[in-house]
């Protein structure tokens, strides 16, 4: 026989499981809810693309593309990428199915796994999940005020606090070339001091310095210029209005000029939702326009805007307000002896069919084990079946939450659970 082998997940993965995944649980049924008010629809999309997608979308001198990407060939030696973002896979799906075709706005929201190589650390993961949104053919800038307002009303009722919207405008492709003029300028003096791939980025896109991870970069951009003295007439009129809508809707903003965003396809509003609470992994999420995109990959002339949200950190931030989530069994059966294990099996089932969460005992334990058992997966209420409450027809009950305790009659436990739980069977 081949010796056992033991293995461990990839690093920088993790399995999610009870009680944790009733927190994504909970995020996931809260954004639908959210999301649908605004309608936005869901839309599921593959978790493998062709690799050109995000290197057009994202930009060939980013981190994602220089240095992330889960690439490899196929069989058929085609390049294929694990999706290392969202919105480049939502927007091939609307140029494709030509869902500019429907009337605008468009909106998706979107889930699942995401995958880029970056060191692990607290916050930073190689798979981990977001939950996005993509609004497309609206060029107002109500919609950014929208889609930040819907994001706020999903924090608050998930009982975030603290929370800090960052905000800026990073301007088009009008504003761009003097700005990008003045970032060389800054930088010139410093080039040789910059890390090999900033050297690099300096001349093909300097934007990207801004956005390097490295500490010595981060020290050498203090005092850059900021894109929002280089915005054109346009842009800065569109930023107005859209601050201007933020203090109407009292969504607080801090404005951040230093915040370019990681992704080259965004145009004008970019923001980043922060908490202090997450030590140096801190957006929670983080969004902005990318009114070129569609464009740029053959589809007609249409705006979007969208953003998503890191489900680890959301979490992360939920499980720090100790908040306990269900689910917890409405009723536990505790059968004593043969008989009673056979009766209690077909209480449950019945029970089940009538919409509530039942466990049973079956492996002949002990009452006092049986209770203990119940009062662990805090369990509303227990019913004990022996061999007298059989003979007789009267189960007894006993409700763990106010210690209450009496008998029904066995024919009728569906009927009394009902009545002593508001809102069930469901
Ligand atoms: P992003 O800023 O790259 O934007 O990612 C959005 C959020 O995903 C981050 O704020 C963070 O919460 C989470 N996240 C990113 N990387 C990791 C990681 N390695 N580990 C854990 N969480 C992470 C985008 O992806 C854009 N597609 C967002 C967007 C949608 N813009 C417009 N529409």
């Given at each position: 026989m081949t010796p056992p082998q033991q293995f461990s997940a990839l690093k920088g993965v993790q399995d999610i499981f009870p009680p944790d995944v009733h927190l994504w649980q909970k995020v996931e049924s809260l954004s639908r809810e959210v999301f649908s008010l605004y309608g936005f629809e869901e839309i599921r999309l593959p978790i493998?693309?062709?690799t050109g997608l995000f290197v057009r979308s994202i930009g060939e001198t980013s981190d994602i593309v220089e240095k992330e990407m889960y690439t490899f060939p196929d069989k058929a030696g085609r390049s294929i990428t694990?999706?290392?973002?969202?919105t480049a896979p939502v927007v091939r799906a609307y140029i494709e199915h030509h869902?500019?075709?429907?009337?605008?706005p468009q909106k998706f929201f979107y889930s699942g796994p995401m995958f880029r190589y970056e060191r692990p650390q607290k916050g930073r993961f190689r798979q981990f999940y977001q939950i996005g949104v993509e609004a497309f053919g609206a060029v107002s800038p109500l919609l950014d005020a929208e889609l930040l307002s819907m994001l706020k009303i999903l924090l608050e009722r998930l009982?975030?606090?603290?929370l800090n919207f960052e905000i800026n405008s990073v301007g088009c492709g009008n504003c761009r070339p003097a700005y990008r003029t003045a970032l060389r300028d800054f930088f010139s003096a410093k080039l040789g001091s910059l890390c090999p791939d900033c050297q690099r980025r300096y001349e093909a896109?300097?934007?990207r310095i801004l956005d390097c991870k490295v500490d010595r970069c981060i020290e050498l951009r203090a005092g850059a210029p900021f894109i929002t003295d280089f915005l054109c007439s346009e842009c800065k009129d569109h930023f107005e209005k859209v601050l201007s809508a933020l203090r109407r809707l009292n969504i607080p903003y801090t404005l951040n000029p230093n915040m370019v965003r990681?992704?080259?396809?965004?145009?004008r509003t970019a923001f980043e939702v922060t908490s202090?609470?997450?030590?140096?992994?801190?957006?929670v999420a983080a969004g902005g326009r990318y009114d070129r995109l569609v464009e740029e990959f053959g589809g007609p002339p249409t705006p979007g805007m969208g953003f998503a949200l890191g489900m680890e950190r959301l979490t992360e931030l939920l499980r720090e307000t100790g908040e306990i989530v269900g689910p917890f069994p409405d009723v536990y059966i505790a059968p004593l002896g043969e008989r009673a294990i056979m009766e209690g099996f077909l209480m449950a089932e019945r029970l089940r069919a009538r919409g509530f969460l039942v466990e049973s005992g079956?492996?002949?334990?002990?009452l006092r084990s049986q209770l203990r058992k119940a009062n662990r997966i805090t369990a509303r209420f227990v019913i004990i079946l022996g061999e007298d409450e059989l003979s007789s027809g009267r189960a007894k009950w006993k409700n763990?939450?106010?210690?209450s305790q009496g008998d029904v009659e066995i024919r009728k436990v569906e009927e009394f659970l009902a009545s002593a739980s508001p809102g069930k069977p469901r």
């Open positions: 493998i693309e062709p694990l999706r290392p973002e969202g869902l500019y075709n429907l009337p605008s009982g975030m606090k603290d896109n300097p934007l990681g992704l080259d396809y965004y145009t202090e609470h997450l030590g140096s992994q801190k957006a079956y492996d002949g334990s002990s763990l939450g106010d210690g």
